[in-house]
């Protein structure tokens, strides 16, 4: 991983160099004379343990082979079918030795951390692979060996590495080699393999902010981003929407591996000095995977100089070294301000639209236009939140025309989402408030229904009780009647008798 850093950055430089003549800065980023890393690639795979320290029984010569088909696929599918490993073999274990058959012991060799770079040490693994790839006739003298790799995978703790390896017989020819340690999995084995695979080499980029987005990064997985594609050649300048910050523009941009031709990526291309003075280039680029935008930087920077002995005297060169700077990542799960990126800076947004089974739509436009998809979101989340508060009571019951105007709430809301996958924001605003009003209305209904209810109802206990009290009256005046009646007719008796008695 690291060692590579020595030799590729040399190399790297060179290249670089190329491209940026004294003064003239450029982006060296899709380039459009890339010669395509494709066709078939014939890895081999040599396992090696060491005079005291043996593998691990579960390291079969089959797992090996289940990683060199893993790798296959995941680069024939990132290649959009342009690249494939062919089947090199693995050769079983054997205790790794020198040139002169001294077997290898691991006990002493500084080869188990990230610090292999300039270590002889590393060479001593190195050159154990080649002599046996040489015995094994993987590599033969005077022939190319330009689509050929070696990896030997060495028992223990070993690190992992890439270089080209001097070819034993010859100081001049050179055969890409990895060295794996046993402990390690596919994507470091498809991390190592891409630092020399193509003719534009891949360096690590140590400072890389990319996360899994980058294969060369710290953090990768196995995927590789669309500017290291366009590096390999798997991706074309016709692949790319290039764009400028002062006009709008809407891109679908593809993530489905399967569909061969359509837009993969974006690029801008940014002012020079935006990000300080050691930064040559800076490149926006956008890409898209699992409904997922990812925004970054990709920037080249002067790291330094470099003097080599030319022959007459020493001379310098700048030494250039790219790097990707992760800015964000866009989702339609996210919150309304997880779907817009803004940068003040250069007066750049970046919207998520929709994301489709095909990809990632996108708008690019200014910060203006911005911060109205930013408003409209919230407004289209505030109308969701309105409409479901509606909706939330019986309506219908309720009142005849509720379904209507709910169904119209509805209809408003299904237009400011189309509006905003349109890329058209006020439209979305408008529509969003029009939905706003039908909830509201929708809900006034019911409220005017439950008050004439309630009315209906405050009605029917006053009757109830007028009621009542009309037959407590009623009663009263019947009881008093009887009570009159029956307190006049009673004497009448009692003085007939009393007549008599005194008779
Ligand atoms: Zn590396």
């Not at 980058?214 to 074309?236: I, K, N, T, V």
């Not at 709008?248 to 359509?262: C, K, N, R, T, W």
């Not at 970054?296 to 790219?322: M, N």
């Amino acid at each position: 991983m690291r060692r590579i850093a020595l030799v590729f950055l040399f190399l790297c430089s060179f290249s670089f160099l190329f491209q940026f003549p004294a003064g003239v800065s450029e982006t060296v980023a899709a380039p459009s004379n890339v010669e395509c890393a494709c066709g078939p690639k014939q890895v081999s795979v040599i396992l090696f343990d060491f005079k005291d320290v043996k593998h691990n029984p579960s390291s079969t010569p089959e797992k090996y082979r289940q990683i060199l088909r893993d790798m296959n696929a995941s680069f024939y599918e990132q290649s959009y079918g342009q690249m494939w490993l062919t089947s090199g073999n693995v050769y079983d274990w054997s205790v790794a030795h020198t040139r002169w058959n001294q077997p290898i012991s691991l006990r002493g060799l500084n080869v188990t951390s990230s610090n292999v770079l300039y270590d002889e040490d590393a060479m001593v693994l190195e050159e154990a692979a080649t002599y046996q790839a040489e015995e094994l006739g993987l590599i033969q003298p005077h022939v190319p060996h330009s689509n050929s790799y070696i990896i030997g995978v060495f028992a223990g703790d070993v690190w992992a590495w890439a270089t080209w390896a001097y070819t034993p017989w010859s100081k001049s020819e050179t055969v890409g080699l990895a060295i794996i340690g046993e402990r390690w999995n596919v994507e470091t084995f498809m991390h190592e393999f891409a630092h020399l695979n193509g003719h534009v080499y891949l360096p690590d980029q140590p400072e890389s902010t990319m996360g899994h987005w980058d294969l060369m990064g710290p953090g990768y997985s196995g995927r590789l981003c669309a500017w290291l594609r366009l590096q390999l050649g798997w991706l074309g300048e016709r692949d790319v929407a290039s764009l400028n910050t002062t006009r709008a523009a809407s891109v679908l941009i593809l993530e489905s591996l399967d569909d061969p031709s359509g837009i993969r990526a974006m690029k801008i291309q940014i002012s020079e000095g935006q990000y300080g003075e050691l930064i040559m280039s800076n490149d926006l680029w956008a890409e898209a995977e699992n409904g997922t935008l990812a925004i970054y930087l990709y920037q080249t920077y002067r790291a330094g100089e470099e003097y080599y002995w030319d022959g007459w005297g020493y001379s310098s060169y700048t030494v250039y070294r790219p790097n990707l700077r992760l800015l964000s990542e866009l989702s339609e799960e996210d919150t309304p301000a997880g779907r817009v990126f803004v940068s003040q800076e250069i007066n750049l947004a970046i919207i998520l639209l929709e994301t489709t089974t095909d990809g990632v739509k996108i708008k690019v436009t200014n910060t203006v236009e911005g911060a109205k998809a930013e408003q409209s979101l919230i407004t289209l989340e505030e109308t969701r939140r309105s409409y479901e508060s509606a909706a939330s009571f019986p309506g219908d019951v309720l009142d005849p025309n509720w379904n209507q105007t709910m169904s119209q709430a509805n209809e408003a809301l299904a237009s400011a989402w189309k509006s905003f996958r349109k890329g058209d924001f006020d439209s979305a605003m408008a529509s969003a408030m029009k939905s706003q009003e039908n909830a509201r209305n929708a809900e006034e209904l019911v409220r005017k229904a439950q008050e004439q209810a309630m009315k209906a109802q405050e009605e029917q206990a006053k009757l109830q009780t007028v009621t009542t009290w009309l037959a407590v009256a009623g009663c009263l005046v019947f009881v008093v009647v009887i009570g009159y009646v029956r307190w006049h007719r009673k004497p009448k008796p009692k003085q007939e008798k009393m007549d008599r008695y005194t008779a």
